[in-house]
């Protein structure tokens, strides 16, 4: 299954989100639950949930229905050269 998945990662979503400079890799997949990490143009990007529940988790429900429970992100979104997360409100701002 991972390879199947990681193959739709790659082929379809990867392609989509690329125009923006972002890519998503699969972190695991255990018990139905799928982890995936974006990366690039997607870490810390003010669209990055949507783009998990409208582009990424549609085309990956499409594909794989009932074999994935939760999709679960595991970005560590304040991190990186320009975040839009951060611990201080006001950095967003500045």
Do not use: W
Not at 26 to 44: A, H, P, T, W
Not at 50 to 56: D, F, H, R, V
Request: with cysteine; aromatic share 6%.
């Amino acid at each position: 299954m991972r390879r199947q998945i990681q193959k739709v990662i790659a082929e379809e979503i990867n392609p989509m989100i690329a125009s923006h400079g972002g890519e998503i890799a699969l972190v695991d997949y255990f018990e139905k639950n799928l982890s995936i990490r974006m990366s690039g143009g997607c870490q810390g990007c003010a669209a990055s949930t949507a783009t998990l529940k409208q582009g990424i988790e549609r085309v990956l429900r499409e594909h794989f229905g009932a074999d994935i429970n939760e999709i679960i992100d595991t970005t560590d979104h304040g991190a990186g050269e320009n975040p839009f997360y951060t611990d201080d409100a006001d950095s967003v701002f500045s």
